[in-house]
Structures are given as structure tokens and as C-alpha cells.
């Protein structure tokens, strides 16, 4: 027997996060997403991540802790990381950003975890500016991990939407057994070294169906246009036979519960007056889509994904729509090496078997 795409199939034991589907739960080792979000520092996911534990005070308070020493060591790596932008000179001058990153990584040597945490900041940051003509912005490494990822894109150091930034990260460095967090566990299940395994989850983090789908789902709020024209609007995609980007899910029954959280940080952002005003419409067109989603496919919920409100935040930090699925992978390479390092633990050889269906030598 076969179940295609290995849905509902168990294929490692992980202590790093678990996904209810039915309930619309999200815990990392224990910590609901929306906790960890409201930290907003990519260092206290990774704390928590790879050493097992939040550090105690926020970054943000007073005294010297954990979560500051890591973000220390995290911007050393950032300047250790510079270098590479020389280096991967020409593979950044392509096109599409995970095409620049997965070819700027690649030239990786030997690098620790958090050196390919700094590198893939680092690289997304340069190909960001030199896509709108602009020189790449050396890092600051007495910022944190999400402030300076901000500054080195935008150019400009805004408190609000590196924090908004920095809870995206969050939000999305884990969640299971997701397509690229897979690839991660198989290439390093055969011994292979940590950058390999993230330059094969890049590629599969690339595909429209797992993280390519929040410039789509701007695309389709700024083509709907007015709430109005959303039931329209998604009706004639579906009858074009096209899926409707930032909905569905292969393991949540319900809402996925970071489409909450991103909600919420978008809405703390509009209220603060700083992101624009596309809030209104895109809950207009989640409703629509919805609504005509449970009409296409009676008996399925399909709901909003992490993907939906990814847009709608990162557009109102002023990040472009190119850079949003190379911005997913500088939150989600922190899951992908915790589980490379939990998958080296295990030293087991991912290596299943195919059923096979073709022609068989002619009976003798
Ligand atoms: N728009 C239209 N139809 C959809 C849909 C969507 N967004 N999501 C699922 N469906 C349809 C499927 O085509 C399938 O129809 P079928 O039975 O006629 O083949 C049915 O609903 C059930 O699909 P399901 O098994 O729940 O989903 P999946 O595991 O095949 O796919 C996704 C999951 C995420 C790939 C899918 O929902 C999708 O393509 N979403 C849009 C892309 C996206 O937002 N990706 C980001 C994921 S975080």
C-alpha cells in the first residue's frame, strides 16, 4: 500500500515541536507559537530550539542573558558571514531570491549552525538591495538577529517593524514535519554536513505548494481589489481550475494557528499606524475564500494557512513581495538544523522503499 505523500505516516520522533491539526495547535518543545512570536527574537527560538529552553528575561531586559550572549554570538557570525556576499557575487545576481540564496549558500565550508543562521541573513539581505539596484548593507552586530536583518534590507532602523519582523521569524523557524524540515532530516540522515541539508530544504521550501505562496496571496489581494469583488473573484479562479494561494493545509482541519498571530501583529502594526491598510480587505478575502472554498469542497475545511497573513505583515514592513519566501527560510533554517541535529542523533538512514509498478522481464 501506498499513501501518497506519506500523509498521516509517522517518520521520526521529534521532542522540537508538535502539530495538531485538528485542534489548530502549534507548540514548540512545549511553548505555544503565539508565546514564542510575542518574544520576537530569533535567538530565543533559537534557545529554545537548540538548547532545549526560553531564556529566562526578554532580550530586552536589563542584565546580561542567555538570549544577549546568544544575540552576541549571532552577530559575530553575521560579520563572520560578509564575506560571502563577495564571494557568491554572481549567484546573486539571480533572479529569483532562493535561486541567489540556495546558490549563495552552497559555497559554504564547514560552517557552525549559527554561521549558517548569520549566512543565510546575510545573503538574503544583499540580494534584496542589489535586486532594486542598491549596494548591500554591511551587518550590525550589536543589533539582534531581526533588527538587523531589517536594516540590512530596508536600510533604515525602525524599532516597530523589526519587532513585527522578528515575530514573523518566530513564528514560522518550526513546525514538524513540513516538506523542507524533511528533506533537511534525509539528506542529513545519510551523514552528509548541516549546509547541504539546508541548501536541499531551500529547494524544497522554494516550490509554490509549501513556502512560495505568500506573493501570490498579494498578488490575489491587490487583483480582488475591494471586498466586493473577493466571492467573484475567487469563484472564477476556481472555475479556471486554480487553487486559491494561502488556503489549506495538508495537516490543519482548521485554521492554521500562526495565520492568528500573523493577524495579530498586523493589527497591532495598523493600529500603531505603520503598515498600510491592507488588514481590512485581506480578512474580507479570507472570509470569501472561505466561504466559496466550503462550497468547492463540502466535507473539508480549508482555511486561511501561515502563508496568508506572511503577506499581508511582511508587505506592511516595507519588505518586497520577491523577498517573502527567502524571509521564511531565515526563520525556518533554525527548525531545519535542530532537526538535522536531532536526525544525526538518531543515526538512523532515512531509506524507504518504492512499490514497484513497471515491466517485468519476460518469463524465460
Ligand atoms: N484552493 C483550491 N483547492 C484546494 C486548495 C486551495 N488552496 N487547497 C486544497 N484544495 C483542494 C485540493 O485540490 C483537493 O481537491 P481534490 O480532492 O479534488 O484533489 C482538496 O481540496 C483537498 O486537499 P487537501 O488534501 O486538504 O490538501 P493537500 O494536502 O492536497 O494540499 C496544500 C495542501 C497546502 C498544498 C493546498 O491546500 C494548497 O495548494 N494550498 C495553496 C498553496 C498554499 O497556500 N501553500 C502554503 C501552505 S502552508
Known amino acids: 500500500m501506498i499513501e501518497a505523500g506519506l500523509e498521516g505516516i509517522n517518520?521520526?520522533?521529534?521532542?522540537?515541536s508538535e502539530v495538531d491539526g485538528a485542534q489548530g495547535t502549534l507548540c514548540v518543545r512545549g511553548v505555544p507559537v503565539a508565546e514564542l512570536a510575542r518574544r520576537a527574537h530569533l535567538e530565543d527560538a533559537i534557545a529554545l530550539l537548540w538548547d532545549g529552553a526560553l531564556p529566562g528575561p526578554d532580550l530586552d531586559g536589563s542584565g546580561a542573558t542567555a538570549g544577549q550572549e546568544r544575540s552576541q554570538r549571532?552577530?559575530?557570525?553575521?560579520?563572520?558571514?560578509w564575506p560571502l556576499v563577495q564571494r557568491a557575487h554572481e549567484a546573486l545576481s539571480?533572479?529569483?531570491?532562493?535561486?541567489?540564496?540556495?546558490?549563495?549558500?552552497?559555497?559554504?565550508?564547514?560552517?557552525?549552525?549559527?554561521e549558517i543562521v548569520a549566512s543565510v541573513a546575510v545573503l538574503v539581505a544583499a540580494w534584496?538591495?542589489?535586486?532594486?539596484?542598491?549596494?548591500?548593507?554591511?551587518?550590525d552586530p550589536a543589533l539582534d538577529h531581526a533588527a538587523d536583518l531589517h536594516r540590512m534590507i530596508t536600510g533604515i532602523r525602525e524599532p516597530a517593524g523589526a519587532?513585527?519582523?522578528?515575530?514573523?521569524?518566530?513564528?514560522?523557524?518550526?513546525?514538524?514535519?513540513?516538506?523542507?524540515?524533511?528533506?533537511?532530516?534525509?539528506?542529513?540522515?545519510?551523514?552528509?554536513?548541516?549546509?547541504?541539508?539546508?541548501?536541499?530544504?531551500?529547494?524544497?521550501?522554494?516550490g509554490p505548494l509549501h513556502g512560495g505562496a505568500p506573493g501570490p496571496v498579494l498578488d490575489m489581494l491587490?487583483?480582488?481589489?475591494?471586498?466586493?469583488?473577493?466571492?467573484?473573484?475567487?469563484?472564477?479562479?476556481?472555475?479556471?481550475?486554480?487553487r486559491i494561494m494561502g488556503m489549506g493545509h495538508r495537516v490543519y482541519r482548521v485554521r492554521d494557528p500562526r495565520a492568528a498571530v500573523?493577524?495579530?501583529?498586523?493589527?497591532?502594526?495598523?493600529?500603531?499606524?505603520?503598515?498600510?491598510?491592507?488588514?481590512?480587505?485581506?480578512?474580507?478575502?479570507?472570509?470569501a475564500a472561505g466561504s466559496v472554498l466550503a462550497r468547492h469542497k463540502p466535507g473539508r475545511t480549508l482555511a486561511a494557512n501561515v502563508e496568508f497573513y506572511t503577506a499581508v505583515l511582511l508587505d506592511a514592513v516595507g519588505m518586497d513581495r520577491a523577498l517573502f519566501t527567502p524571509l521564511f527560510?531565515?526563520?525556518?533554517?533554525?527548525?531545519?538544523?535542530?532537526?538535522?541535529?536531532?536526525?544525526?542523533?538518531?543515526?538512523?538512514?532515512?531509506?524507504?522503499?518504492?512499490?514497484?509498478?513497471?515491466?517485468?522481464?519476460?518469463?524465460?
Not at 517518520?11 to 522540537?16: F, G, P, S, W, Y
Not at 514535519?177 to 539546508?198: H, Q, W, Y
Not at 525556518?332 to 514497484?356: F, T
Open 262 to 287: 500573523l493577524e495579530e501583529v498586523v493589527t497591532q502594526l495598523e493600529a500603531a499606524g505603520i503598515a498600510g491598510d491592507r488588514l481590512a480587505l485581506a480578512r474580507a478575502v479570507e472570509a
Open 128 to 139: 534584496g538591495r542589489r535586486r532594486r539596484g542598491l549596494e548591500p548593507l554591511e551587518p
Open 222 to 242: 491587490e487583483a480582488v481589489g475591494t471586498p466586493e469583488q473577493a466571492v467573484p473573484w475567487i469563484e472564477a479562479e476556481l472555475a479556471a481550475g486554480r
Open 329 to 364: 527560510a531565515c526563520g525556518r533554517v533554525v527548525g531545519w538544523l535542530a532537526h538535522v541535529a536531532e536526525q544525526r542523533a538518531s543515526g538512523r538512514m532515512i531509506r524507504p522503499k518504492a512499490l514497484y509498478v513497471g515491466p517485468r522481464p519476460p518469463a524465460a
Open 11 to 16: 517518520v521520526a520522533a521529534t521532542e522540537l
Open 74 to 81: 549571532l552577530g559575530a557570525a553575521r560579520v563572520r558571514a
Open 94 to 114: 539571480a533572479v529569483d531570491g532562493m535561486v541567489a540564496l540556495r546558490g549563495g549558500l552552497s559555497l559554504l565550508d564547514g560552517a557552525d549552525d549559527e
Open 163 to 206: 519587532r513585527a519582523l522578528g515575530r514573523y521569524l518566530c513564528t514560522v523557524a518550526e513546525h514538524g514535519m513540513n516538506a523542507s524540515t524533511f528533506t533537511a532530516r534525509v539528506v542529513a540522515s545519510t551523514g552528509s554536513d548541516p549546509v547541504s541539508a539546508v541548501v536541499a530544504a531551500l529547494g524544497a521550501l522554494k
